[in-house]
């Protein structure tokens, strides 16, 4: 559960929840854990982790997070290549857990009028990370 500490490499659990993890950081948790709420209301449970440092990652932890749901989805205004995806998906390479990634895809950036047009632009948006959670859980 959040904590008043803040350690380099650890990750917080901001939630429990049983048929899917959403790691995530920074702005976009709001918006994951508005989705957890409104996917609530279909009877998926989303447990929401905030992982503010990938370096050093507490791959253990992240292990028993995934494995106590099954699926896993990374949320990041961030390059999926070499960010929080990349990391998570690194370290669950030897389990079987299906992963899914919200972030940016491999591109040059753009310019915008404010930085909702630019999630917008990006995908990074609270469609985009139900989609994700419903398409990750097919996979379970």
């Known amino acids: 559960m959040p904590s008043?500490?803040?350690?380099?490499?650890?990750?917080?659990?901001?939630?429990?929840?049983?048929?899917?993890?959403?790691?995530?950081y920074g702005d976009m948790l709001l918006k994951i854990l508005n989705v957890a709420g409104n996917l609530k209301d279909e009877g998926i449970s989303v447990c929401v982790v905030n992982v503010p440092t990938i370096k050093p990652l507490d791959r253990q932890k992240i292990i028993e997070l995934a494995k106590n749901t099954g699926a896993v989805v990374t949320v990041e205004e961030h390059s999926i290549i070499g960010g929080l995806g990349s990391a998570v998906t690194e370290a669950l390479r030897l389990e079987k857990i299906p992963v899914e990634f919200v972030g940016i895809n491999d591109m040059y950036g753009k310019s915008a009028h404010s930085h909702n047009d630019l999630l917008e632009h990006y995908g990074l948006t609270e469609k985009k990370i139900t989609n994700s959670i419903h398409n990750v859980l097919k996979y379970k």
Request: glycine share 10%.
């Open 4 to 24: 008043d500490q803040f350690e380099i490499g650890e990750v917080y659990p901001l939630n429990t929840g049983t048929d899917v993890t959403v790691f995530s």
